[in-house]
């Protein structure tokens, strides 16, 4: 294959959410052909550019997001495409590095104290590295403490939190206040969801944005690149 | 004398499908194994001869088979009122019972013609208790809202609550706090007329710490308790029917281990939900659709061919508010889990929006509409269940003045035809594929992401019911007639 062969190939294997030889793709039917990470690997050892790759996997996704706005696709059919992206952006990372290509920015992501549910927080974060972010999952009940510190650690420019029960969803404000506290409040925006979260609920505790769901998640993060352009 | 109906069991696994679904349970819990959070009930299992592997409890066949056989298979809960004794013994029978339930955080409030949703409270929890009492075909309450009091006394609070307002069986659902258990037995008096749910399990395959503690020591107290998993098949179990039913029994059979290792013979109902996640939508839980109503209905037949006490769920209707629609799912679930002769059918009534509402309009639907669903099941020696299930949508409908047209008879029918139909194979096959599914999407610490890549395929293929839905207007006013006129009957039948 030539370049504009492997970028069309690891583009059309990203709208059909075919991550590698093992996944079975958007039919059922693609088990044992290469994915997007073999091809991708491939691409990268007969010279392709990193960068370019990186450029055509979002014009897949770009793809992906019209056929899911059509009703065409569900949201497995999006979560497997950004998926493939997420893993293949790990296989690029260093020749990324190496070509001076940067992420789109860092993000640290949790379910809070008390609250042991992860769907949402994991459909999130696939959503998120498939749009190019950098992510770190501290999992579910982390306490206020363990994400404050991740936070300073990583230099994350964006935070989420991840609530389903009204009964845990009031930590959110705990971590709010400990980022005031420790003087990182303005270094970071904080984005919030789940169940019973609201926009009011992200206004009375000081959250920058509540999402609705990962689609909004991404929404609102490309919103705050292009005011902070 | 035991309240409940006798319906002749309407048989949606064949005793085969049973027996290779218990194997392929057996293989989930032996090959991937349970992670188990609760350090005293992973060292009993393992005491026991369960294996570790890579952190997780894997419990042989011997040891989930010994527990079926020796878990009690006839549970006789009490009540204040003898009358409302529920007895639930599958292998006689079995009766069925319906009941109340959820965990709802809000309530529907019927104003000038229309309904306003606010915070349930304390007394809303009363008032509903109250209005069952007078509603026939409520056999036993569980817990509809929690009282709006600080946690740490919500368990003695609800207590009071049931104790002052209600003469049928107590199923509090959760304990809220493992130290007030005492308190609160000692306020029952009787221990026969209080019974819980415990939902120690969290798909996939995983059992809590705080929660298996309270289980413990409910067990060990010789109370009834129901063990509870609910899954969302296609986000924390596989789309499969055969998968999700095996995944969630898993889990509910790991804790029957662990019950009867606490207290041989342990009193556990055996509830097990492996409902649908809307894929569709936004990856809800889908409580009503044909979909789930058929896989809880399967499971009730599963637990029937133990002979485990079986704890049921029908009649969570998806929808916001009463209307059509919500008689319409609610219709069929209750004439699917009546047929599927589950014993200890719970949140039958008044719930609403996926749990999340109740509505005391509601409870005067259902209990309608499960008088309907007795009649018609039991109208002759055999029924037609397709047939029975779309005449007690329609009789339903008709009750709250809703007209039932074309359209709507053929969607009925379509969603009758779908409970009754198996769209997959159940084989040895399948299900060793089902175990690998489960197996590594527990395997990658991002389940739900593996589950919804691996449900693609199943969703072209029909496994989540997509139809449309019934649009007529429901007679607002006659419901709250009807309502007022069941709220102001006999409001004195819990003075002492």
Same mark, same amino acid.
């Given at each position: 294959?030539?370049?504009?062969?492997?970028?069309?190939?690891?583009?059309?294997?990203?709208?059909?959410?075919?991550?590698?030889?093992?996944?079975?793709?958007?039919?059922?039917?693609?088990?044992?052909?290469?994915?997007?990470?073999?091809? @991708?690997?491939?691409?990268?050892?007969?010279?392709?550019?990193?960068?370019?790759?990186?450029?055509?996997?979002?014009?897949?996704?770009?793809?992906?997001?019209?056929?899911?706005?059509?009703?065409?696709?569900?949201?497995?059919?999006?979560?497997?495409?950004?998926?493939?992206?997420?893993?293949?952006?790990?296989?690029?990372?260093?020749?990324?590095?190496?070509?001076?290509?940067?992420?789109?920015?860092?993000?640290?992501?949790?379910? @809070?104290?008390?609250?042991?549910?992860?769907?949402?927080?994991?459909?999130?974060?696939?959503?998120?590295?498939?749009?190019?972010?950098?992510?770190?999952?501290?999992?579910?009940?982390?306490?206020?403490?363990?994400?404050?510190?991740? @936070?300073?650690?990583?230099?994350?420019?964006?935070?989420?939190?991840?609530?389903?029960?009204?009964?845990?969803?009031?930590?959110?404000?705990?971590?709010?206040?400990?980022?005031?506290?420790?003087?990182?409040?303005?270094?970071?925006?904080?984005?919030?969801?789940?169940?019973?979260?609201?926009?009011?609920?992200?206004?009375?505790?000081?959250?920058?944005?509540?999402?609705?769901?990962?689609?909004?998640?991404?929404?609102?993060?490309?919103?705050?690149?292009?005011?902070?352009? | 004398?035991?309240?409940?109906?006798?319906?002749?069991?309407?048989?949606?696994?064949?005793?085969?499908?049973?027996?290779?679904?218990?194997?392929?349970?057996?293989?989930?819990?032996?090959?991937?194994?349970?992670?188990?959070?609760?350090?005293?009930?992973?060292?009993?299992?393992?005491?026991?001869?369960?294996?570790?592997?890579?952190?997780?409890?894997?419990?042989?066949?011997?040891?989930?088979?010994?527990?079926?056989?020796?878990?009690?298979?006839?549970?006789?809960?009490?009540?204040?009122?003898?009358?409302?004794?529920?007895?639930?013994?599958?292998?006689?029978?079995?009766?069925?019972?319906?009941?109340?339930?959820?965990?709802?955080?809000?309530?529907?409030?019927?104003?000038?013609?229309?309904?306003?949703?606010?915070?349930?409270?304390?007394?809303?929890?009363?008032?509903?208790?109250?209005?069952?009492?007078?509603?026939?075909?409520?056999?036993?309450?569980?817990?509809?809202?929690?009282?709006?009091?600080?946690?740490?006394?919500?368990?003695?609070?609800? =207590?009071?609550?049931?104790?002052?307002?209600?003469?049928?069986?107590?199923?509090?659902?959760?304990?809220?706090?493992?130290?007030?258990?005492?308190?609160?037995?000692?306020?029952?008096?009787?221990?026969?007329?209080?019974?819980?749910?415990?939902?120690?399990?969290?798909?996939?395959?995983?059992?809590?710490?705080?929660? =298996?503690?309270?289980?413990?020591?409910?067990?060990?107290?010789?109370?009834?308790?129901?063990?509870?998993?609910?899954?969302?098949?296609?986000?924390?179990?596989? +789309?499969?029917?055969?998968?999700?039913?095996?995944?969630?029994?898993?889990?509910?059979?790991?804790?029957?281990?662990?019950?009867?290792?606490?207290?041989?013979?342990?009193?556990?109902?055996?509830?097990?939900?492996?409902?649908?996640?809307?894929?569709?939508?936004?990856?809800?839980?889908?409580?009503?659709?044909?979909?789930?109503?058929?896989?809880?209905?399967?499971?009730?037949?599963?637990?029937?061919?133990?002979?485990?006490?079986?704890?049921?769920?029908?009649?969570?209707?998806?929808?916001?508010?009463?209307?059509?629609?919500?008689?319409?799912?609610?219709?069929?679930?209750?004439?699917?889990?009546?047929?599927?002769?589950?014993?200890?059918?719970?949140?039958? +009534?008044?719930? +609403?929006?996926?749990?999340?509402?109740?509505?005391?309009?509601?409870?005067?639907?259902?209990?309608?509409?499960?008088? +309907?669903?007795?009649?018609?099941?039991?109208?002759?020696?055999?029924?037609?269940?397709?047939?029975?299930?779309?005449?007690?949508?329609?009789?339903?409908?008709?009750?709250?003045?809703?007209?039932?047209?074309?359209?709507?008879?053929?969607?009925?029918?379509?969603?009758?035809?779908?409970?009754?139909?198996?769209?997959?194979?159940?084989?040895?096959?399948?299900?060793? =594929?089902?175990?690998? =599914?489960?197996?590594?999407?527990?395997?990658?610490?991002?389940?739900?992401?593996?589950?919804?890549?691996?449900?693609?395929?199943?969703?072209?293929?029909?496994?989540?019911?997509?139809?449309?839905?019934?649009?007529?207007?429901?007679?607002?006013?006659?419901?709250?007639?009807?309502?007022?006129?069941?709220?102001?009957?006999?409001?004195?039948?819990?003075?002492?």
């Amino acid at each position: 294959m030539d370049k504009e062969q492997y970028l069309e190939e690891i583009k059309r294997n990203v709208v059909l959410g075919h991550a590698d030889k093992e996944d079975e793709g958007f039919d059922g039917d693609m088990e044992g052909t290469p994915g997007v990470s073999e091809l @991708v690997q491939e691409a990268l050892d007969n010279g392709v550019e990193a960068k370019l790759i990186l450029e055509r996997m979002s014009s897949g996704m770009e793809t992906v997001g019209g056929k899911f706005e059509s009703g065409e696709y569900l949201i497995p059919d999006m979560l497997a495409a950004a998926e493939c992206v997420g893993a293949a952006t790990e296989i690029l990372e260093p020749h990324l590095l190496k070509e001076g290509v940067e992420r789109k920015g860092r993000f640290v992501m949790a379910t @809070v104290e008390g609250d042991l549910h992860d769907i949402g927080k994991n459909i999130v974060i696939t959503m998120l590295k498939g749009d190019g972010y950098e992510v770190r999952d501290l999992g579910v009940g982390v306490d206020a403490a363990d994400i404050v510190t991740a @936070v300073k650690e990583s230099g994350a420019q964006y935070l989420g939190l991840s609530a389903l029960l009204t009964t845990t969803m009031v930590h959110m404000k705990d971590v709010l206040d400990l980022l005031e506290k420790e003087g990182l409040r303005d270094k970071v925006k904080v984005l919030i969801g789940g169940a019973p979260t609201s926009e009011e609920f992200a206004k009375k505790i000081g959250a920058d944005a509540h999402c609705r769901d990962a689609f909004e998640a991404v929404h609102v993060l490309r919103d705050f690149s292009a005011k902070a352009a | 004398m035991s309240r409940g109906t006798k319906i002749p069991r309407y048989r949606y696994l064949t005793d085969e499908q049973c027996r290779l679904l218990h194997e392929g349970t057996c293989g989930l819990l032996e090959q991937v194994g349970i992670d188990v959070a609760h350090q005293g009930a992973a060292r009993l299992l393992l005491d026991a001869g369960a294996n570790e592997r890579a952190g997780r409890v894997c419990i042989p066949r011997h040891m989930v088979d010994a527990a079926i056989a020796g878990t009690a298979k006839r549970i006789e809960l009490a009540a204040k009122d003898p009358e409302s004794t529920v007895v639930l013994d599958p292998d006689n029978g079995p009766l069925v019972h319906f009941g109340t339930g959820g965990q709802a955080l809000t309530v529907l409030e019927y104003v000038a013609g229309a309904f306003d949703k606010r915070p349930a409270r304390t007394e809303d929890l009363a008032a509903i208790l109250r209005l069952c009492e007078n509603l026939e075909h409520v056999d036993f309450i569980t817990r509809p809202v929690e009282p709006d009091v600080a946690e740490h006394e919500m368990d003695l609070v609800k =207590t009071r609550v049931f104790m002052e307002n209600t003469t049928r069986h107590m199923n509090l659902a959760n304990l809220v706090r493992v130290e007030n258990l005492p308190a609160i037995l000692d306020m029952v008096g009787d221990r026969g007329r209080v019974s819980f749910i415990s939902c120690l399990l969290v798909s996939p395959l995983h059992m809590v710490d705080e929660t =298996t503690e309270k289980f413990m020591r409910i067990v060990e107290a010789g109370v009834p308790v129901a063990v509870s998993s609910c899954c969302q098949a296609g986000t924390t179990a596989p +789309l499969s029917e055969t998968g999700a039913i095996m995944q969630v029994n898993a889990e509910v059979l790991s804790a029957i281990v662990l019950g009867n290792m606490v207290r041989p013979g342990a009193k556990l109902l055996h509830r097990g939900l492996p409902i649908t996640a809307d894929l569709y939508g936004d990856g809800s839980p889908r409580w009503c659709q044909p979909d789930s109503i058929r896989r809880l209905a399967c499971m009730a037949d599963l637990t029937c061919y133990y002979g485990i006490p079986c704890c049921g769920t029908a009649g969570v209707s998806d929808e916001p508010v009463p209307s059509a629609q919500t008689i319409a799912e609610k219709a069929l679930g209750i004439t699917a889990e009546l047929a599927a002769g589950a014993q200890f059918v719970n949140s039958a +009534l008044g719930l +609403l929006d996926r749990i999340m509402t109740v509505c005391p309009e509601q409870y005067v639907i259902d209990n309608t509409i499960i008088s +309907l669903a007795k009649k018609h099941l039991t109208a002759g020696n055999r029924y037609d269940l397709v047939e029975c299930a779309e005449s007690v949508v329609r009789d339903s409908l008709a009750a709250f003045g809703a007209p039932f047209d074309d359209d709507d008879a053929v969607e009925t029918a379509a969603r009758a035809a779908y409970v009754v139909s198996a769209r997959e194979d159940i084989s040895s096959k399948s299900i060793d =594929t089902q175990i690998e =599914t489960i197996g590594k999407a527990v395997c990658t610490g991002q389940s739900s992401t593996a589950f919804m890549r691996a449900a693609r395929k199943g969703l072209r293929a029909g496994l989540l019911y997509n139809g449309s839905r019934l649009e007529s207007a429901i007679d607002l006013e006659r419901l709250h007639g009807a309502y007022e006129m069941h709220r102001n009957q006999r409001s004195d039948v819990c003075a002492e």
